[in-house]
């Protein structure tokens, strides 16, 4: 049996081409019955997202091995094999394994530690275990590579850091006052950097958001994603005095906020911190606010700077990720090949039972009629015997168990006792 791995992300094939491979989710269990009745197809799992498509597969030994996925996607798509192929990754066994632990510990991904690919692979799980797709060796890799993701989150720091502007600039109030709970927040536009930015705020445990938006509609969207409040877009200076940061993404040509306006938030609030966050392009907020006392002025090059910096971090951390993952492919491979020597062990104990018996057999017409005593001592005997002719075997099938040579010892035990005959 082989593990296989094929697919392109966003390091190998433009996205027209990872568009043309993709899978829509309403196609997904088709696409797995047609992956499973090919020849020589035991499980099979398809995780399709905006920067990866990847097919894994266990197949026979033997059966057509690395073009067969490939096969199946250009099959399936309906494109030529030549053109997709420069674009295609190929793994197997180990290196499969390996690539798997990455893809679910994120260190595959565009953005390293980034949680949301742990979700879509559990997804593509889900998926493939409702078909019957996967049910044995390639079910017993995907529950390990969620484990093994959990261990990487948990005993390294690859997930802590804001590595998105948004996220950053979350981080960053979170620094200055410390729980957002009761901090009143207002977003100034509501386009996606925006958007984004009041998830965060949400996750972070602000509740009291408002959002003003030169077109009200808009607005009112954004506004009951998160519960929030609206405040006319003529009238949001007027409320700022009331606010502890404001997020602003209009896409005004000019500044909407000047010194002079800052200023005279800030004496209302009586000095109290205020934390202005610019991520707009051009920007929104006039430089020269951040000349006043007890106002915190960012903008989308300062966030920039803050997630290099942090990206930087999180690559350092996924070195102790990789030795993490290093270690579990090695104690999942050694717990398979186990598996795999357990039937071989268990036929060599029976051929030498089966050995011991016979003879026994054959020997009784010679040695007569014998007590009960005397059958107890020659069936202890012979058991003996026949254990310790078992015990260098086995012994040398459980050493190697984890080996590059364990098929090797395997298939020499077989023909040392003829298991096959």
Do not use: W
């Not at 390293?112 to 559990?122: C, D, N």
């Not at 484990?147 to 981080?171: C, D, H, L, M, P």
């Not at 018996?357 to 007569?368: D, M, P, V």
């Amino acid at each position: 049996m082989k593990l296989l791995i094929t697919g392109v992300n966003h390091r190998t094939a433009p996205v027209d081409v990872r568009e043309r491979l993709a899978f829509h989710a309403n196609a997904l269990p088709g696409a797995l019955e047609a992956l499973r009745s090919r020849p020589g197809m035991m499980e099979g799992l398809i995780l399709s997202t905006c920067n990866r498509v990847e097919i894994a597969a266990t197949i026979e030994d033997g059966s057509f091995a690395r073009n067969c996925l490939e096969q199946f996607l250009s099959e399936v798509h309906n494109i030529d094999s030549g053109v997709i192929r420069a674009h295609l990754y190929h793994y197997e066994d180990r290196d499969a394994i390996r690539h798997l632990f990455r893809v679910a510990s994120s260190l595959d991904s565009m953005v390293v530690g980034e949680p949301q690919i742990l979700g879509q692979l559990k997804q593509a799980y889900a998926a493939a275990k409702e078909r019957g797709a996967v049910s044995g060796f390639l079910d017993i890799a995907l529950t390990r590579a969620f484990n093994v993701a959990k261990r990487v989150r948990s005993e390294t720091e690859i997930g802590q850091s804001a590595v998105s502007v948004s996220y950053a600039a979350v981080e960053l109030a979170r620094e200055i006052f410390g729980s957002l709970k009761d901090r009143r927040v207002i977003i100034v536009g509501a386009g996606k950097m925006s958007e984004l930015a009041a998830r965060h705020l949400r996750r972070s445990g602000a509740t009291r958001i408002a959002v003003t938006n030169r077109t009200h509609e808009r607005a009112v969207e954004l506004s009951q994603l998160f519960h929030g409040s609206i405040v006319p877009y003529d009238q949001f200076t007027a409320t700022l005095p009331e606010m502890d940061i404001v997020i602003a993404s209009s896409g005004a040509p000019h500044y909407i906020l000047t010194k002079s306006d800052m200023k005279r938030v800030i004496e209302a609030r009586r000095n109290r911190p205020m934390f202005l966050i610019d991520i707009a392009v051009p920007r929104n907020i006039d430089p020269a606010v951040n000349d006043l006392e007890n106002i915190f002025l960012y903008d989308i090059d300062d966030l920039q700077r803050v997630v290099e910096a942090n990206l930087k971090g999180r690559s350092k951390v996924a070195v102790q990720a990789e030795e993490i993952i290093a270690e579990e492919v090695d104690r999942l491979l050694f717990r398979l090949r186990q598996r795999e020597m357990t039937p071989v062990i268990i036929s060599v104990q029976e051929q030498l039972e089966r050995i011991r018996t016979s003879e026994i057999e054959k020997a009784r017409g010679r040695l007569g009629a014998l007590t009960a005593q005397q059958e107890e001592a020659i069936d202890a005997m012979t058991r003996a015997i026949m254990n310790k002719i078992a015990h260098g075997p086995i012994a040398e099938l459980r050493r190697h168990a984890a080996g590059e040579r364990s098929m090797l010892v395997v298939e020499t035990i077989r023909k040392i006792f003829r298991l096959d005959d």
